[in-house]
T-cell receptor, first 113, second 115 residues
Framework: DQQVKQNSPSLSVQEGRISILNCDYT??????FLWYKKYPAEGPTFLIS?????DKNEDGRFTVFLNKSAKHLSLHIVPSQPGDSAVYFC????????????FGGGTRVLVKP | EPEVTQTPSHQVTQMGQEVILRCVPI?????FYWYRQILGQKVEFLVS????????KSEIFDDQFSVERPDGSNFTLKIRSTKLEDSAMYFC?????????????FGPGTRLTVL
């Protein structure tokens, strides 16, 4: 099941620069998209979300962009900090399907000091 | 800040044994979920629960699995006869309501090891 896909398994970025994480999806019925951050041996921590009726949502250093025609979303982190080093998952849900989350495979981000 | 809690953090069991994984969702949340992540794989949905019944379940959630909300605070996942392939991190999540898309908040997980 590849309904949500993160094509970059890893990303390395210098502290202070921008991190851009990408996510593609195939199910056009998804109506809500989320980004989670995960450290080893911990649960996913919610970062930011976007409804399908919007194309951008911003919260501090985190901005999520949604391009519905391309079925693509991205997460921008600026400026990147060493504490941002973690695995980032995008997830999507559909209200008609009970809002269960379908996750991408994750992107491991390393922010170098 | 309210959070989802899970116990135990690590459970080791013998194949064929029953295990119960426990979760305390955020207190005013109405929707509850179990997910699992096998090592090196995606986080995958198991089951959702609302109003004291299962609202949706995945193909993984077969007759060996059951969920229960035995009281006003706990939400449990039972695996009746564990198999080696049940070894995974199990995450509980909860969500406030269904009137609008809403965020699911996850617990720290239980690592289940089946020997």
């Amino acid at each position: 099941d590849q309904q949500v896909k993160q094509n970059s398994p890893s990303l390395s970025v210098q502290e202070g620069r921008i991190s851009i994480l990408n996510c593609d999806y195939t199910n056009s019925m998804f109506d809500y998209f989320l980004w989670y951050k995960k450290y080893p041996a911990e649960g996913p921590t919610f970062l930011i979300s976007i409804s399908s009726i919007k194309d951008k949502n911003e919260d501090g250093r985190f901005t999520v962009f949604l391009n519905k025609s391309a079925k693509h979303l991205s997460l921008h982190i600026v400026p990147s900090q060493p504490g941002d080093s973690a695995v980032y998952f995008c997830a999507a849900s559909e209200k008609a399907a009970g809002n269960k989350l379908t996750f991408g495979g994750g992107t491991r981000v390393l922010v170098k000091p | 800040e309210p959070e989802v809690t899970q116990t135990p953090s690590h459970q080791v069991t013998q194949m064929g044994q029953e295990v119960i994984l426990r979760c305390v969702p955020i207190s005013n949340h109405l929707y509850f979920y179990w997910y699992r992540q096998i090592l090196g794989q995606k986080v995958e949905f198991l089951v959702s629960f609302y109003n004291n019944e299962i609202s949706e379940k995945s193909e993984i959630f077969d007759d060996q699995f059951s969920v229960e909300r035995p009281d006003g605070s706990n939400f449990t996942l039972k695996i009746r006869s564990t198999k080696l392939e049940d070894s995974a991190m199990y995450f509980c999540a909860s969500r406030l309501d269904n009137n609008a898309p809403d965020t699911q908040y996850f617990g720290p997980g239980t690592r289940l090891t089946v020997l």
